[in-house]
């Protein structure tokens, strides 16, 4: 997946909250990820964490006073200003949200703060009473007036023991918004609308049963995080799964093919490609039964089944030469001739194609081998994580929507 943290020079405030220790977590995951972290602490942070600490997992000094010692050398707030690609203050107390809001540069991080040439990020971390306050909602209002990115505390048990909203969000929801705006910014798929289906289509015999398959959405969910990481704006419309996405996405769930039908040729027009990993139904039932069949009056049963909606035809038939579409094809047998016809037959770009013959291929695997087939040639590539996979896909989808 795409990494837009690495090479990122962040410089991390830490202030006086007991959310202080997961400031360790931050700095670990920014690390792991490739950036170089700078920690400005307070004073008062100080007297929740120890700089050894922190400097031992950033691998440099903890910069906390103006004069580092009394022979003239000092720490320029400007430079760290000047450094920085990025400036996130984790946790910020109502007191240091103040003091942001209002220019009182009485300490290293509001004056490094008030140098920052690069966005500011900041997570509040306090009591819900103290969050909900009047003057600390016009401290964050004013932030927001300046540009600076508040990251919403979540809702939760608080070190008073209250329940409430206060408690600083997650390290790793806290690294994820970097990682989604320095994406948004930088990827190669920027100003670009990505619209993916994934994920099984269930088509109901009667209130308890269905027509299903065995698709868990993994390929198709690892491509929209891929596609968000380089940030496209991503649609994602995806049957009954049980993934999560890592980026923000616009999401629809659907449950049958008639609704992916639906969805996909509403939302088509609006997006610069499609990539319809999905696994859809093919038939659904003539009838759907109003009560659950039952066995014992029935007896033999014999369900007649309609064709569903082509989704990849339809699309193929509205497809503007702007647009790029992407097919997906499981086969069990004559597998590259199949997928060719298929992409012939919609309007296709390319096609994905994966075969169930091979091993570690196909539903409910977290990897997968594939096939990238267009009107000119096939590639090949060797079994990967889907993760991987995804990035092979994007890349080709990039090149093709830059010969568009």
Same mark, same amino acid.
């Given at each position: 997946?795409?990494?837009?943290?690495?090479?990122? =020079?962040?410089?991390?405030?830490?202030?006086? +909250?007991?959310?202080?220790?997961?400031?360790?977590?931050?700095?670990?995951?920014? %690390?792991?990820?490739?950036?170089?972290?700078?920690?400005?602490?307070?004073?008062?942070?100080?007297?929740? %964490?120890?700089?050894?600490?922190?400097?031992?997992?950033?691998?440099?000094?903890?910069?906390?006073?103006?004069?580092?010692?009394?022979?003239?050398?000092?720490?320029?707030?400007?430079?760290?200003?000047?450094?920085?690609?990025?400036?996130?203050?984790?946790?910020?107390?109502?007191?240091?949200?103040?003091?942001?809001?209002?220019?009182?540069?009485?300490?290293? /991080?509001?004056?490094?703060?008030?140098?920052?040439?690069?966005?500011?990020?900041?997570?509040?971390?306090?009591?819900?009473?103290?969050?909900?306050?009047? +003057?600390?909602?016009?401290?964050?209002?004013?932030?927001? +007036?300046?540009?600076?990115?508040? %990251?919403?505390?979540?809702?939760?048990? /608080?070190?008073?023991?209250?329940?409430?909203?206060?408690?600083?969000?997650?390290?790793?929801?806290?690294?994820?918004?970097?990682?989604?705006?320095?994406? $948004?910014?930088?990827?190669?798929?920027?100003?670009?609308?990505?619209?993916?289906?994934?994920?099984?289509?269930?088509?109901?015999?009667?209130? !308890?049963?269905?027509?299903?398959?065995?698709?868990? $959405?993994?390929?198709?969910?690892?491509?929209?995080?891929?596609?968000?990481?380089?940030?496209?704006?991503?649609?994602?419309?995806?049957?009954?799964?049980?993934?999560?996405?890592?980026?923000?996405?616009?999401?629809?769930?659907?449950? +049958?093919?008639?609704?992916?039908?639906?969805?996909?040729?509403?939302?088509?027009?609006?997006?610069?490609?499609?990539?319809?990993?999905?696994?859809?139904?093919?038939?659904?039932?003539?009838?759907?039964?109003?009560?659950?069949?039952?066995?014992?009056?029935?007896?033999?049963?014999?369900?007649?089944?309609?064709?569903?909606?082509?989704?990849?035809?339809? /699309?193929?038939?509205?497809?503007?030469?702007?647009?790029?579409?992407?097919?997906?094809? &499981?086969?069990?047998?004559?597998?590259?001739?199949?997928?060719?016809?298929?992409?012939?037959?919609?309007?296709?770009?390319?096609?994905? &194609?994966?075969?169930?013959?091979?091993?570690?291929?196909?539903?409910?695997?977290?990897?997968? =081998?594939?096939?990238?087939?267009?009107?000119?040639?096939?590639?090949?590539?060797?079994?990967?994580?889907?993760?991987?996979?995804? !990035?092979?896909?994007?890349?080709? &989808?990039?090149?093709?929507?830059?010969?568009?």
């Amino acid at each position: 997946m795409a990494n837009t943290l690495k090479g990122k =020079k962040i410089v991390l405030g830490i202030t006086g +909250s007991i959310a202080a220790y997961k400031a360790c977590y931050i700095i670990r995951g920014l %690390i792991k990820q490739g950036a170089e972290v700078q920690v400005v602490i307070t004073p008062a942070g100080k007297e929740f %964490i120890t700089p050894v600490t922190l400097s031992a997992l950033t691998s440099k000094p903890v910069i906390s006073e103006f004069f580092a010692q009394r022979d003239g050398t000092w720490n320029s707030h400007v430079d760290l200003g000047l450094w920085a690609d990025a400036m996130l203050i984790a946790p910020a107390t109502a007191s240091t949200i103040g003091k942001m809001a209002n220019g009182v540069a009485d300490n290293m /991080l509001i004056t490094t703060y008030l140098s920052a040439k690069s966005p500011v990020f900041v997570a509040p971390a306090m009591d819900l009473d103290m969050y909900a306050h009047p +003057s600390t909602q016009k401290n964050l209002d004013t932030l927001r +007036s300046y540009g600076n990115h508040i %990251i919403e505390p979540g809702t939760g048990e /608080l070190a008073s023991h209250l329940v409430g909203k206060g408690r600083m969000e997650e390290p790793e929801v806290i690294i994820q918004y970097l990682a989604n705006y320095f994406a $948004g910014k930088e990827g190669d798929l920027r100003g670009k609308t990505i619209m993916i289906t994934a994920g099984p289509t269930y088509e109901k015999i009667d209130p !308890v049963r269905f027509i299903g398959n065995y698709s868990s $959405g993994k390929m198709g969910f690892a491509i929209a995080d891929e596609c968000a990481a380089r940030g496209a704006k991503v649609i994602m419309i995806s049957g009954p799964v049980q993934q999560q996405l890592k980026y923000p996405a616009n999401w629809f769930v659907v449950e +049958s093919a008639d609704q992916m039908y639906n969805a996909a040729c509403n939302f088509f027009m609006e997006a610069d490609a499609a990539i319809l990993s999905a696994a859809v139904a093919d038939f659904t039932p003539e009838q759907v039964a109003d009560a659950k069949i039952k066995r014992e009056k029935e007896g033999e049963m014999t369900l007649r089944l309609k064709p569903t909606k082509d989704i990849a035809a339809c /699309l193929g038939q509205m497809k503007q030469d702007r647009q790029v579409l992407v097919g997906f094809a &499981l086969e069990t047998n004559d597998e590259q001739h199949n997928a060719e016809d298929k992409l012939q037959r919609k309007n296709l770009d390319f096609i994905v &194609l994966n075969s169930l013959n091979d091993k570690g291929a196909g539903f409910q695997y977290d990897t997968n =081998k594939i096939s990238i087939i267009d009107c000119e040639s096939k590639t090949d590539f060797p079994l990967k994580s889907k993760v991987e996979v995804a !990035v092979d896909i994007v890349d080709r &989808l990039v090149e093709v929507l830059n010969n568009k």
